[in-house]
């Protein structure tokens, strides 16, 4: 982090309906991003705050992503955080369609015009090893109280319907099923409410983060196991707490649709990397 301490450290802050990312741009080749530097900047007084991290590299197609939880975990996917970037390589190099590589894979973006973005996520992983689970269970129906779904957008989740997402007490709920045996890696959280044909309101607990006012890996999650369980289409509108998401579960995976932020840049002085060495 020497160059990084003696100039300073750009970054971005973007978000996605409330679903709030610090963008590191690394493309140049001379930054590296420890756990201790994620959670620091993700202090929400002491740092910038964050839900997730997002590290832009170069790699296979347009860019190569790497993703942090405010904790410092590592995430394999971040649907928002990737909507946001593919906005911004959009409009730096004017191109409407991106191929982006994750540890979740390679990603599609493409621009949804009237400034909304679209990314597929790829396809939903529905095995219980895929996931994963500890042993093998009926994914569709989880041996949980409230029968939850479980199911892997290249990281895990798990899906309650409920009668009333507002009744439900979250940061209790949350923490508790974040944690549950049955995830050995733990696990994202949504309680989720059918409000009409072909729509949801849901509500999102992250793994490593807490209640956040939209995830975009947990909406596709959301809209498949609605599919599954035969109480929606393949194609639903998410109303979450940040605002509303469209997900399109195709033939090549799933589609999520919906408006991005770039809200302001800046960086982080040496004074505050120094302190963390």
């Not at 301490?5 to 991003?33: E, I, Q, T, Y």
């Not at 540890?103 to 599609?108: C, E, F, P, S």
């Not at 099923?177 to 309680?191: A, D, F, G, S, W």
Request: some cysteine; charged content about 20%; overall charge negative.
């Amino acid at each position: 982090m020497t160059d990084q301490r003696a100039n300073g450290l750009p970054f971005m802050k973007m978000h996605g309906l409330g679903n709030d990312f610090v963008v590191l741009d690394a493309r140049a080749g001379d930054l590296s991003v420890s756990p201790a530097l994620a959670r620091a900047i993700g202090h929400r007084q002491l740092g910038v705050g964050f839900d997730q991290l997002a590290v832009i590299e170069e790699g296979r197609g347009d860019a190569h992503l790497t993703f942090y939880n405010s904790d410092g975990s590592l995430s394999a996917a971040c649907g928002n955080a990737t909507r946001c970037i593919a906005r911004f390589l959009m409009d730096e190099t004017g191109k409407s369609a991106l191929q982006l590589s994750t540890a979740r894979g390679n990603l599609a973006a493409r621009d949804a015009g009237d400034g909304r973005t679209s990314v597929n996520m790829g396809a939903p992983q529905l095995h219980w090893q895929e996931i994963p689970l500890a042993h093998e269970t009926d994914t569709l129906h989880l041996p949980i109280e409230g029968s939850p779904v479980a199911t892997g957008m290249g990281n895990p989740h798990c899906t309650f319907f409920v009668e009333d997402v507002s009744a439900i007490e979250l940061a209790a709920f949350g923490a508790g099923i974040e944690h549950h045996p049955l995830y050995p890696e733990r696990t994202n959280v949504q309680v989720a409410q059918i409000t009409g044909a072909d729509r949801i309101r849901m509500r999102v607990w992250e793994r490593g983060v807490g209640i956040t006012l939209a995830s975009g890996s947990s909406s596709c999650a959301t809209a498949v196991a609605a599919a599954r369980r035969g109480l929606t289409g393949r194609r639903v509108v998410i109303d979450l707490d940040g605002g509303t998401l469209e997900i399109d579960w195709r033939d090549d995976g799933v589609w999520m649709t919906g408006e991005t932020a770039h809200v302001f840049s800046g960086v982080l002085t040496p004074a505050f990397l120094e302190s963390l060495s």
